[in-house]
C-alpha cells in the first residue's frame, strides 16, 4: 500500500456520461498530480494542486476538471464521455516542501474508466 | 514541451544477466530525472532518480547514468531476478522540486525469464 488511495477502482460509463474520481493523498503530502495511462501510451501529466491551489496544468481536456479540497483529497472530474477517455487514471501525492528534488511522488493504484 | 524517449519497447533477459534501457529527452532546461517501476495492477513506483549535477547514481543492483551533453540517460539492472519483470519508465522534468510536469517515455516491458 502506497499510502494514496483511489477510488473507484473500476467504473463502467456510458458515453456522454460524466463520472467523478477520488484521490486521498499520502498523510502529510501537499500537493496531488494526476496521470492519465492509456493502452500502449506512457503517462500523461493532467494537472496539479498544491495545498488547495492550482500549480501546474498539462494537456488536461477542457472536459475534464479536478480540485483540490481543505482536507487534501482530490477529484477529478470527467464529463461528456467519449470512447477515447477509456484509460487508468492515476494520482499521485508529494510534499513539495523541504530540499529541493527530496520529495517523491507517490502514486496510488489507478482507477480504471471504461467508456461503452 | 519536452519530448522523452525510451527504447527498447519490449526487454526480454536470462536471469543473472543485465538489462539496460535508455531514454533520450529534448529540453537541455531538464534536470531531475526519475526511474519508475509498474507492477502488473499497482501505480508506478520510483526505484531511483538522478539530478543533472550527478553523472551517475547507484543503488545496489540498479544504476542509473546520465549524459547531459548528449541528452540521454539510462537505467542499469544488473544480476537480474524474476521480481524485476514489470514495466519501467524514464521521466524527465525542470523546477525546483522536481515534480512538475513530469514527462514521461512510453515504457518498457522488462520480461526475466527463468
Known amino acids: 500500500d502506497s499510502g494514496v488511495t483511489q477510488t473507484p477502482k473500476h467504473l463502467i460509463t456510458a458515453t456522454g456520461q460524466r463520472v467523478t474520481l477520488r484521490c486521498s493523498p499520502r498523510?502529510?503530502?501537499?500537493?496531488v498530480y494526476w496521470y492519465q495511462q492509456s493502452l500502449d501510451q506512457g503517462l500523461q501529466f493532467l494537472i496539479q494542486y498544491y495545498n488547495g491551489e492550482e500549480r501546474a496544468k498539462g494537456n488536461i481536456l477542457e472536459r475534464f476538471s479536478a480540485q483540490q479540497f481543505p482536507d487534501l483529497h482530490s477529484e477529478l472530474n470527467l464529463s461528456s464521455l467519449e470512447l477515447g477517455d477509456s484509460a487508468l487514471y492515476f494520482c499521485a501525492s508529494s510534499v513539495e516542501q523541504g530540499l529541493p528534488g527530496a520529495n517523491v511522488l507517490t502514486f496510488g493504484a489507478g482507477s480504471r474508466l471504461t467508456v461503452l | 514541451g519536452e519530448n522523452v524517449e525510451q527504447h527498447p519497447s519490449t526487454l526480454s533477459v536470462q536471469e543473472g544477466d543485465s538489462a539496460v534501457i535508455k531514454c533520450t529527452y529534448s529540453d537541455s532546461a531538464s534536470n531531475y530525472f526519475p526511474w519508475y517501476k509498474q507492477e502488473l495492477g499497482k501505480g508506478p513506483q520510483l526505484i531511483i532518480d538522478i539530478r543533472s549535477n550527478v553523472g551517475e547514481k547507484k543503488d545496489q543492483r540498479i544504476a542509473v547514468t546520465l549524459n547531459k551533453t548528449a541528452k540521454h540517460f539510462s537505467l542499469h539492472i544488473t544480476e537480474t531476478q524474476p521480481e524485476d519483470s514489470a514495466v519501467y519508465f524514464c521521466a524527465a522534468s525542470m523546477g525546483d522540486f522536481g515534480n512538475e510536469k513530469l514527462t514521461f517515455g512510453t515504457g518498457t516491458r522488462l520480461t526475466i525469464i527463468p
Open positions: 498523510s502529510g503530502d501537499l500537493s
